[in-house]
């Protein structure tokens, strides 16, 4: 199949949707469920009709779209940060799960929206309650994940490295990560997807700007088809963020033979 | 010839949860430089422990392990293992290439010069060509000869291999032991083989220690007097090679050598307990 043929293969569903959506929207009339080119015609509005030295953004796209990608990705990055070591440190550990694993199980259970109060008293409205709200949500699937992962080393992988010798740095970084790197890659995407609905929530409740707040104010102004805009945004970031771990995945892990294709 | 390896009165006790199982007695042997020695014994006699005592991997419960002299407390820097199962105990996020370089991390700090020897390693073992695939590329022999040549790139005085050729048919067996042999003569490498293999052990030894059952003791030490140069289907059709594998035969078998004690009643509850353990671990690890 051509590439274009592949690229129609995939999305002709997804067109087709839309283009249902379009006809019945416009013939309902409804000011709810504005019609999709209407939505369209307002995510240019909004976003796209900024000057040149801006790169046809709208100050709205740097003040607030790019403010909650950047809370999106700095929390992810923490938790992985945090997650990927800690997760190591007790993976490795015969016994160190057996006593926290209580606490784990609690904590996890927490919905991180239920913290955001907690957050607010704590530290200061804006980025950093929200980045608390964020790192403290989508830490857990990327922390048992490592912990999974670098339990699975296998035995035979052990005793190899030690008869070779390998220095702890070596065993850790050279071994033990890139067995446990296919688990950590799921905790990761999973944990990505989490980031973003976190950060709509945390934005929804306290924030001075960010794509939540503007869609609060959208629809507190009835203005349905700028917080339709604001949905269909947040897909679209999430579909692109999900596509470019997928890469990376697939970079780091061409290793694995069902992924594997050729030099 | 000099004194590689001594072994003195090694032996190995796990604690379990029903009490304590001795794998390995009471074992003593020498191997000199340049020979090729191999352990055979019955299933779960502990020739595993045995090794992986030799290779201080584990620690023994009693008894001395000797590297040209040096007591060995630790995997002793100038000795490689070979394990059985070469598809867990290669790295498969490294190219056939990585996986022989990489440890040689630890003796070698020149990037340039672990390729080199890497490269040189695999040229050994006939896998020149193989350097860029990925482990799972490659057949189940090629896969145990590249993990012969990551154990040779870091030039080992001695070499322990854990039933190296078991999992591969018996087609690439033979084929592997043919390598062994070559690359050994070539290099005058010292080898200590653990096999259960009656014939192999005599096809590829200049000595065979036979194993007893567990608690695994040394009960003959059979010299091998076959030419140097051996051939799987003349080698093996000889009357030197029969006599010598019908001897291994009827020694494993609890046949009396004439010269020594006999070997300790062993503890049978423990001996089944053992083969259990082990014949679930060969099911585990042979469908890979």
């Known amino acids: ?263 | 010839m000099p004194t590689m390896l001594e072994v003195s009165g090694l032996g190995h006790t796990y604690k379990t949860k029903d009490g304590v199982h001795n794998a390995i007695g009471d074992v003593s042997f020498t191997v000199n430089a340049g020979e090729l020695v191999c352990v055979v014994g019955p299933s779960g006699c502990g020739k595993s422990t045995l090794l992986r005592t030799i290779s201080g991997l584990i620690t023994p419960t009693v008894g001395e392990v000797l590297l040209h002299g040096d007591p060995v407390r630790g995997v002793p820097a100038d000795l490689a293992v070979v394990f059985q199962d070469y598809s867990r105990s290669l790295f498969p996020w490294l190219s056939v290439q990585r996986n022989v370089e990489f440890p040689l991390r630890t003796r070698v700090s020149a990037r340039a010069e672990r390729r080199e020897r890497a490269r040189e390693a695999l040229e050994w073992v006939g896998l020149s060509a193989a350097g860029g695939k990925y482990p799972w590329q490659l057949s189940g022999g090629m896969q145990q000869r590249v993990a012969i040549a990551r154990a040779l790139a870091s030039r080992p005085s001695l070499l322990l291999m854990d039933e190296p050729f078991a999992s591969v048919d018996a087609q690439t067996r033979f084929e592997l032991e043919d390598l062994l042999l070559r690359v050994r003569a070539e290099h005058d490498s010292t080898v200590l083989l653990v096999t259960h293999d009656i014939d192999e052990s005599v096809y590829l030894g200049d000595r065979v220690l036979v194993l007893s059952k567990s608690p695994g003791s040394i009960t003959t030490d059979l010299d091998v007097n076959l030419p140097d140069e051996r051939d799987q289907i003349t080698t093996r059709a000889s009357s030197e090679f029969v006599e010598l594998r019908s001897e291994v035969a009827r020694l494993l078998h609890g046949g009396e050598p004439a010269t020594r004690p006999s070997p300790s009643v062993p503890d049978t509850a423990a001996n089944d307990r053992f083969l259990a353990a082990e014949r679930a671990e060969t099911h585990s690890t042979s469908d890979t």
């Open chain 1, 1 to 263: 199949m051509s590439w274009f043929g592949k690229f129609a293969y995939r999305w002709v569903v997804f067109v087709g949707i839309v283009v249902v959506w379009q006809l019945a929207t416009a013939a309902a009339d409804d000011p709810f469920f504005p019609p999709p080119s209407t939505i369209a015609n307002t995510i240019y509005h909004l976003w796209l009709s900024g000057p040149g030295s801006q790169l046809f953004l709208t100050d709205t796209v740097y003040d607030d779209v790019f403010a909650s990608i950047g809370r999106i990705l700095l929390g992810w990055a923490i938790a992985a940060v945090i997650g990927v070591a800690i997760g190591v440190l007790l993976g490795r550990s015969r016994t160190a799960m057996d006593y926290v694993n209580p606490l784990f199980a609690f904590a996890r259970s927490v919905p991180s929206p239920a913290l955001v109060p907690v957050f607010l008293v704590l530290l200061d409205i804006g980025t950093p309650a929200q980045l608390a709200t964020i790192v403290f949500g989508v830490v857990w699937p990327i922390l048992m994940n490592t912990v999974d992962g670098v339990r699975s080393v296998d035995p035979i992988k052990e005793e190899t490295a030690r008869a070779f010798r390998l220095s702890r740095g070596q065993w850790l970084l050279g071994v033990v990560l890139p067995a446990a790197a296919p688990k950590i890659f799921a905790g990761l995407r999973v944990s990505l997807s989490l980031s973003l609905v976190l950060m709509v929530i945390s934005e929804l409740v306290a924030s001075r700007n960010g794509i939540g707040l503007q869609m609060l104010i959208a629809q507190r102004a009835f203005d349905y088809p700028a917080m339709w805009a604001g949905i269909v945004l947040l897909g679209v970031l999430g579909y692109l963020f999900n596509t470019v771990l997928l890469m990376v995945e697939n970079r780091a892990l061409s290793w694995q033979p069902e992924r594997h294709t050729g030099h």
